[in-house]
Every structure is written in C-alpha cells, then in structure tokens.
C-alpha cells in the first residue's frame, strides 16, 4: 500500500475513533477566519494532535482542529486552522486533510483564505470568488506514483471550481448586499511575501489575488471528485501596490473585520449547498 495513503487510512481510523459523524460540505477556514466555527450548531471537535501522523497549524490565528456539526441543516466539518507547504510540511501532508475530509463523506469543499490583492479595482476586505488559480512554485500534491484508490493519474482541471457552487455564493451575496469580485488566485509558497518584481509577473498572467495557500488543496480534492468552491478575503494590496510594508498582522485585522461578512455569506451559501 501506498505510504501516503496508509497514513491517510491510520488518521481516518483516528477521528473515527471519536465521532462517526458524516459531513456532506467541508470548510477550510483562512487567516482571521476561524471564528465562524462559533456559529456553528457543534456536534463534536477533533483537536489535531489526537490524530494520529496528522500535520500540526503552527500559525497565529490557526485552532488547529476539526469541526463537525450543523449549518442549519447540513452537516459540515470544518477545519478551523490548515497547514501549509510554508511550515516545512511534505505537500503530502499539506492536502491530507483536504483528502481525509472527503473520506469522511465530504462531496462539497469550501476553500477560504486570506490573499493580497492585485486587481486595482478591488479594495481591502473585499471577497473575491475564486473563478481560476495558478500555481507558482507550490509543488502539485499529485506527483509521484498514483494513488490510484483516489482518482486517476491525469486529473483534468479545466473546471475546478464549479459553476454551480459559484452562481450559488454570487447570488447570495447579492440576496444580502455583500460585495463580491471574481478572479483568478495564485499560490506562492511562502512565508515570505511576494516581492514587487514577482507581484508584476503575476499581473502580467492575470492573477487578481494572491496567497500561500488553497491551490493545492484545490488540486488534490478535483483529483478525488470533489466539487470545489473558494473565496478570498482581500486583506491587502500586495507588495509593490501600496507604501505600507506587508506584515501578517494586517492581514488577520483585515480578515476580522470582514468577518460578519463572510460568516452571512458563508453560512446562506452553505444552507443552499444542501439543497444540491
């Protein structure tokens, strides 16, 4: 058996250990983000370290623990903190969370993050739905042998995220007044910000947001047949944008302040995923 997925098995064993409970969405919460677990209807949280081989959020702002409960009626498990390539993980284990959620019953992942923002029209705290992504230098969490138990080699990526679950958030946000933008979200590794040089080169492919996270999350659940929705909180004008230097704390102000927001849209969402 494949070693990735071995483990994979062995943390499944561990959180079915605890609860049996059976999400059909699965929430990855970003950067200031995780407070909307508060309001959810809880059945039963996880903590990270009792799952035995799972990866550790070592970043402020990050629980480091799953979620399972309710939004109104749907069962969701939510992670309230991800990890990231950043922190030294192998990508194996950045996206075994994603790949673990969707053994758990998942059919729907929900993507949100923190980005810097490249669009001049958008402004900070802004909520962009993610239409597209580009990777840059992130390796793909699909090299290597095939996991074959999880999807087919040659995953096909030209609708990650699914137009269904897109015009579902763009008309709740317009049902509830809240802005939205569109665009296309590049991964970077990270923890560095992007320098201005690279923020030019990503304008110049078209990349609207920008992060450390989501794309190979993204990559790994379309692999397994999942469908995928993202939205990005803009905390900030990435670098070469704006005369302030970049720092993270700016980004979790941002992100928190935009957090009603986001918890209206996110919930109203997810209540009419249910329905799908």
Same mark, same amino acid.
């Given at each position: 058996m494949d070693a990735r997925y071995e483990k994979l098995l062995k943390c499944l064993e561990s959180v079915r250990k605890k609860t049996d409970f059976v999400p059909k969405v699965a929430i990855v919460l970003g950067s200031g983000l995780g407070n909307y677990a508060d309001d959810i209807k809880i059945e039963c949280e996880v903590d990270y370290h009792d799952i035995e081989g799972f990866p550790i959020s070592t970043v402020p702002g990050h629980a480091g623990k799953f979620i399972f409960g309710y939004v109104k009626d749907v069962p969701v498990v939510c992670m309230k903190g991800r990890v990231h +390539?950043?922190?030294?993980?192998? %990508? /194996?284990?950045?996206?075994?969370?994603?790949?673990? =959620?969707?053994? =758990?019953?998942?059919? %729907?992942? +929900?993507?949100?993050?923190? /980005?810097?923002?490249?669009?001049? /029209? +958008?402004?900070?705290?802004? +909520? =962009?739905? %993610?239409?597209?992504h580009i990777s840059c230098f992130a390796p793909n969490p699909l090299i290597g042998p095939n996991i074959d138990e999880l999807g087919t080699r040659f995953p096909d990526m030209t609708h990650v995220y699914d137009e269904d679950l897109r015009d579902i958030i763009e008309k709740t946000a317009k049902d509830h007044n809240i802005k939205v933008q569109k665009g296309v979200y590049a991964q970077l590794t990270g923890p560095s910000f992007e320098s201005p040089a690279e923020i030019r080169?990503?304008?110049?492919?078209?990349?609207?947001?920008?992060? =450390?996270s989501t794309v190979v999350e993204a990559v790994a659940a379309n692999h397994m047949g999942m469908k995928i929705c993202g939205i990005s909180c803009v905390c900030n004008l990435a670098a070469g944008m704006s005369a302030n230097p970049l720092t993270h704390e700016e980004v979790q102000a941002a992100a928190n302040e935009a957090a009603p927001k986001f918890k209206k849209l996110v919930t109203e969402s997810v209540i009419k995923f249910g329905a799908l």
């Open positions: +390539f950043y922190e030294g993980y192998p %990508i /194996s284990d950045v996206v075994l969370p994603t790949r673990l =959620m969707k053994l =758990m019953g998942a059919e %729907i992942l +929900f993507l949100t993050n923190a /980005s810097g923002g490249l669009n001049t /029209s +958008f402004c900070a705290g802004d +909520f =962009m739905i %993610i239409t597209d080169m990503l304008r110049t492919l078209g990349v609207d947001a920008v992060g =450390m």
